[in-house]
């Protein structure tokens, strides 16, 4: 298979303190792909360096052989990285058709347009309303973000990501802050928005975890402790005893 | 029973006041109507950054005065020049001013933003102040406002007030428009993505710093024109419209009005030019006044004056921001 992200020998230290020690991973085109890991052990450190939001104190990342390392973060994204954040990441004041809309305008390269308006544009309107549909969030498409539920604003993060079609999906904690039952619909959603596609995703509830993914890897403090399926992760006998075991 | 639709209605009226404003006032009072003018422009590309793109300078004035030295020196080296090219010229020269400081200024936020923008414009004020030859120093330049030759129409002769009313108004209404559309554009809705959530904007692709900057440059361009048209209003430029007085001014014009509405700092620059007209006849002490009206507004009204009009809008303002205090 053929690997879309390849993250070789990742470092990064906070002023002294060492967060990733020499983490390398490798996402293959079409899988689902987690990261687990006990909290502090590098996995939003590990997403954020992918995503360009830091650099990598030393390593390499590659998206389909290119290197990207400390490519900034817009770059990155234009390249079909998207990501969703642990911490709701919307637009607050905007509508939700307004926080879809802008990401649609980046999508469709119109980013640099100051001639035509934003309002008037077919196409964009269409794109957007179709991506409101996919989410089912056409019922509240002229509330404010911010007026928003809970649960619908993490699906709200979830299309300002997918609405970029990227090749690559990258969620942080899809289902942070969620109780049980939105935890289903959300699993439900995830797979059904990531078909056929990439994605890699950081994630606690481990029952999402074993339910979603294809692969999984384990971090543990800034390096990787295991990678594998789920069944091989399981049954490991390290990660048992760094992790599932305390649960 | 049909609702009689007022907002079109009024804004029909206050169109028509506006056209016959010569006419219905004494000349003192025009003058005042094309000063709010001025600084209505200027305060709404304040805006553009303060209200828009989140970022509060306090340098502005710096692009008020290369537009107002800019018409100047035309005017007094090159006396053929017709006057919309010496307003264009100053815009562009507002706009580029912008471009090359912003540069500088949009990789900084917050208080540091506000303090290297501050700077900049007291670096434009120096050179004003030091560079005689050219400026005349604190004594300023006295200039002779030029005629308007317009196609079909011939010679307009700006002397008469009414004529420099029209002229104000025209291009004024046509600064603050282009505002109102750029806004509406997908490049400045990229502009409040940034306000809104910067590291949202550019993981959905946006180049958080090129928006700053093309906010930036939009507010040094519509600061500019604000400037040459005040040069000609004036026939005189000094030192007083590129300093840290005249940085404040739109500031607090903005503040008074509102922020969160477009047509806020247009409200702020009415009342702040007719408030000090007013008052400054009675007393010399207007300002105290006006600081008072500023530290009552920051208190208890942060929607501005705008969100007595539009209560519903000024209370989401305040319901949100505090929103964000506690989610911090």
């Not at chain 1, 928005?193 to 993914?213: I, P, S």
């Amino acid at each position: 298979m053929k690997a879309i992200l390849k993250a070789h020998n990742l470092f990064k230290d906070f002023s002294g303190v060492q967060v990733l020690a020499g983490v390398s991973l490798e996402v293959f085109e079409g899988e689902r792909h987690a990261v687990i890991g006990p909290n502090g052990s590098g996995k939003t450190t590990l997403f954020n360096i992918i995503t360009g939001l830091y650099r990598p104190t030393h390593g390499q990342i590659y998206f389909y052989d290119q290197d990207i390392s400390g490519w900034p973060a817009h770059r990155i994204t234009r390249l079909g990285i998207s990501r969703s954040f642990q911490i709701i990441n919307v637009f607050p004041k905007m509508t939700v058709y307004e926080n879809v809309r802008s990401a649609v305008v980046s999508k469709l390269n119109r980013r640099s347009n100051c001639l035509s308006l934003l309002s008037r544009d077919k196409t964009i309107a269409e794109e957007t309303l179709r991506v409101l549909d996919l989410l089912s969030l056409t019922d509240v498409r002229d509330v404010p973000a911010v007026e928003l539920s809970y649960g619908r604003q993490r699906r709200l993060e979830l299309a300002l990501t997918m609405s970029r079609a990227p090749l690559l999906i990258m969620l942080d904690e899809p289902t942070a802050g969620l109780n049980s039952e939105e935890t289903r619909g959300a699993v439900r959603l995830i797979r059904e928005l990531t078909e056929g596609k990439t994605l890699l995703m950081v994630e606690h509830d481990m029952e999402v975890v074993f339910n979603l993914a294809d692969r999984i890897t384990v971090l543990g403090y800034g390096v990787i402790l295991a990678t594998g399926t789920p069944d091989e992760i399981k049954n490991n006998e390290g990660v048992r005893k760094a992790y599932l075991g305390r649960k | 029973m049909k609702r009689l639709p007022v907002r079109p209605i009024a804004w029909v009226l206050f169109a028509a006041f506006l056209v016959l404003l010569p006419y219905l006032f004494r000349e003192i009072r025009v003058h005042i109507a094309i000063e709010v003018l001025i600084y209505a422009l200027f305060a709404v590309s304040f805006n553009l950054l303060f209200g828009y793109t989140g970022l509060l300078p306090f340098g502005h004035a710096g692009f008020f005065g290369v537009g107002a030295y800019g018409a100047a020196l035309i005017i007094s080296h090159f006396p053929g020049m017709p006057l919309l090219a010496t307003l264009l010229i100053s815009t562009v020269a507002g706009f580029v001013a912008a471009i090359v400081i912003g540069a500088v200024c949009v990789r900084l936020s917050g208080a540091y933003f506000a303090l290297i923008s501050l700077s900049f414009q007291m670096f434009l004020f120096a050179i004003a102040y030091e560079w005689r030859s050219v400026t005349n120093g604190d004594d300023g330049m006295s200039i002779a406002r030029p005629d308007l030759y317009l196609p079909f129409l011939g010679k307009i002769s700006l002397q008469n007030f009414s004529n420099l009313y029209y002229l104000t108004i025209i291009l004024v209404a046509l600064g603050i428009l282009g505002c109102y559309l750029f806004l509406k554009t997908p490049l400045g809705n990229a502009i409040i993505c940034v306000r809104e959530k910067d590291v949202r904007a550019s993981f959905l692709g946006y180049n958080v710093f090129r928006v700053k900057l093309t906010a930036f440059a939009a507010a040094g361009l519509m600061a500019g024109l604000a400037g040459g048209l005040y040069a000609i209003y004036q026939e005189v430029v000094a030192t007083t419209c590129i300093d840290n007085n005249m940085s404040m001014i739109p500031v607090l014009m903005v503040v008074i009005g509102g922020s969160s509405y477009f047509l806020g700092p247009v409200l702020g620059a009415a009342f702040y030019v007719v408030f000090q007209d007013w008052f400054s006849s009675m007393t010399g002490y207007w300002m105290i006044v006006m600081g008072g009206i500023f530290i009552v507004i920051i208190l208890y009204a942060q929607g501005g004056l705008v969100s007595l009009f539009a209560p519903e809008k000024g209370w989401r303002w305040r319901k949100e921001h505090e929103s964000d205090i506690e989610g911090a």
